[in-house]
């Protein structure tokens, strides 16, 4: 089956008068269509970047030095921003983003500002992106009749809400949610993750969702990729992440996170922190924090391989690389 969405190598570097931070070093990733992908990892480590290179929303003093994003056969680095806005941007992939709560503009009600979206993308009549954003307020859990309001009257979850509404407006084939619920409390969280789950469902979206919190990314999605320092360090179905992680950081991760069922057992921390991608250390990024590095983990850079089948892991000892002795 051909991906709707495929990354090839990404490569993307900040230039800042310290030097190069390497955001994003050879990230290869794919989405099919109706699929729910999570990208999950400490902050800091690249998550938020891919996101933004998907709609080349990247702040300025981003380089993109190699690799390639192909949206169902197109090209996205190579088309220019004009095109980018008209063809890619809202209408085939939207973004509900990071501090949603706070992206709403607070002089114009809730309706206006998604009636708004939809008439800056599609020509359709006024009357036309009305009754769609009533539409769009009422599938995620919003009484139309508070569609008025200004944002100041919404509760957190309900910004968050008309945000995933304002992201739907155009109808696009991906959405991608960059830490959709960290602001919110644990009953308002688990509201949104509901109506998010839903939503892909029901209109068949495919969906990269961002999290620093495993849980959400477990509750929510089919496929999850683990990032560590710019890089992905595996990539599995959920289930098979949570049964049998093979990285060490996605053990780490996971020994870190407290389980319901179960023996109770004493959490276990991830030694060290993540390094300064001014200068990341060589070969494996992980290697100052990994209990199990060898030589050859700090002269060579572990690819993303295909351990088992649908299972990809970036680890000298995984992969049984000859000179991990
Ligand atoms: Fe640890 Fe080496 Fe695997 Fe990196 S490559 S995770 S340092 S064992």
Known sequence: MTALLEVRGLKMHYGTVKGDVKAVDDVSFSLEAGESLGIAGESGCGKTSVALALMKLQPGNA???GGSITLDGMNVLALDDEKIRRE???KRISMVPQAAMNALNPVFTVKDQ???AILTHEDVSEKE???RTLELLKRVGIDPSRAGNYPHEFSGGMKQRAMIAMALACNPEIVIADEPTTALDVIVQAQVLKVIKTLQRDLGLSMILI?????????TCERTVI??????VENTSTVEMFRHPL?????GLIGAFPKLTGERKRLESITGNPPNLLDPPPGCRFHPRCPHARDVCTRIVPPLLETHENHMVACHMVNRHPEYR
Request: hydrophobic residues 45%; charged residues 20%; glycine residues 4%.
């Open 114 to 116: 998604i009636i708004e």
């Open 211 to 219: 999290s620093h919190d495993l849980s959400v990314v477990a509750e």
């Open 227 to 232: 990032m560590y320092a710019g890089s992905i």
């Open 63 to 65: 380089k993109f030095l």
């Open 88 to 90: 890619v941007r809202w």
């Open 247 to 251: 990285h060490p950081y996605s053990v």
């Open 129 to 131: 992106a009305e009754k």
